[in-house]
């Protein structure tokens, strides 16, 4: 059974920074296309980076780029986020999974408020 598991997420004024993890058990994560997505209060769960697995290409939604990276270690099954310049529309529930659809079964996800 594939688990996600997010996490360092908090509490963070605007303008400061996080560094998000995400370890996927199972196999194939090196082969997957992954993807941070984030679910702010009332609204629909949206993608808002990439990281391809051929070459670690990346992609970001024009709301984070410039602000977000996303990176990989394929030796340890993990996906990280590292959010700079932090809003306070950034506040929300950060999931990572693969690029899909279809989808593995969602972790829990990780919080991140960001205070004005």
């Known amino acids: 059974q594939v688990q996600l598991v997010e996490s360092g997420g908090s509490l963070v004024q605007a303008g400061g920074s996080l560094r998000l993890s995400c370890a996927a058990s199972?196999?194939?994560?090196?082969?997957?296309?992954w993807g941070w997505y984030r679910q702010a209060p009332g609204k629909q769960r949206e993608l808002v980076a990439t990281v391809f697995s051929s070459n670690a290409y990346t992609m970001y939604a024009d709301s984070v780029k410039g602000r977000f990276t996303i990176s990989r270690e394929n030796a340890k099954n993990t996906v990280y986020l590292q959010m700079n310049s932090l809003k306070p529309e950034d506040t929300g529930v950060y999931y990572c999974n693969i690029r899909g659809p279809p989808f593995r079964p969602w972790g829990q996800g990780t919080q991140v408020t960001v205070s004005s």
């Open positions: 199972g196999s194939a994560f090196s082969v997957s296309n």
